[in-house]
């Protein structure tokens, strides 16, 4: 399986700023995914990351609160932007490889103030 | 939106016993994905199965995907310490191409 690294570990950040995930992967992939894990609870998808073209975001994820880049085919980000303690979260991506199977990377763990 | 149903929600056994976990949905999953957990890592996979009825081993564990594509269970044999851990189960819903539905997990703690 792909090897999965995602950028910070984790971090502590103020109310009202950004902060930017980067995901890289050992090798191309097609299919690239961000997901959120708020605490004590599932995982929750947030959008497709789409190399070259807008993420496909699902209910209740907009581009402006989380924007997405990819792209190429081993690297994405993921941005909370004006961040509130309720997005304190693990945010995690996935890429999914030939066999539709997706694997997750070690996950950025997410305290805002 | 889509559910997958995961019991039990917390389990609490004995080292070196057998452990039973089981998704259940009202829709239909072209496949089934069991992942674990570890605090502060992300999901690990541990089975994947691909067709209705497949029954699938990873060394003490075993999964099977129903054959109404609707359910899946893990067993997981012999329990030992670091068995410990939540385990997720997710779903790919036919017609909904790559995106995963997660269950609400499992937790195991194993007295030892």
């Known amino acids: 399986s792909a090897v999965i690294s995602q950028k910070p570990s984790r971090d502590i950040c103020q109310r009202g700023t950004s902060l930017t995930i980067q995901c890289q992967v050992d090798?191309?992939?097609?299919?690239m995914f961000w997901y959120r894990q708020q605490p004590g609870q599932s995982l929750t998808l947030i959008a497709t990351a789409n190399q070259g073209s807008e993420a496909t975001y699902e209910s209740g994820f907009v581009i402006d609160k989380f924007p997405i880049s990819r792209p190429n085919l081993t690297f994405s980000t993921l941005t909370v932007s004006n961040m509130s303690p309720e997005d304190s979260s693990i945010y995690l991506c996935?890429?999914?490889?030939?066999?539709?199977?997706?694997?997750f990377g070690p996950g950025t763990r997410l305290t805002v103030l | 939106g889509q559910q997958l149903n995961q019991s039990p929600q917390s389990m609490f056994i004995q080292e070196g016993e057998d452990v039973s976990m089981n998704c259940t949905s009202s829709s239909i999953f072209n496949t089934w994905l069991w992942y674990k957990q570890d605090p502060g890592e992300g999901p690990v996979l541990l089975i994947a199965l691909y067709k209705a009825g497949e029954l699938t081993s990873n060394g003490r564990l075993t999964a099977q995907f129903g054959i109404t594509r609707k359910d899946s269970f893990l067993n997981i044999s012999a329990s030992i310490p670091s068995d410990v851990g939540i385990y997720f189960c997710a779903g790919q819903l036919a017609g909904y191409g790559n995106k995963l539905v997660f269950g609400a997990g499992t937790i195991l703690r194993v007295k030892s």
């Open positions: 090798s191309q992939v097609t299919m």
């Open positions: 996935s890429v999914e490889d030939r066999t539709d199977t997706q694997y």
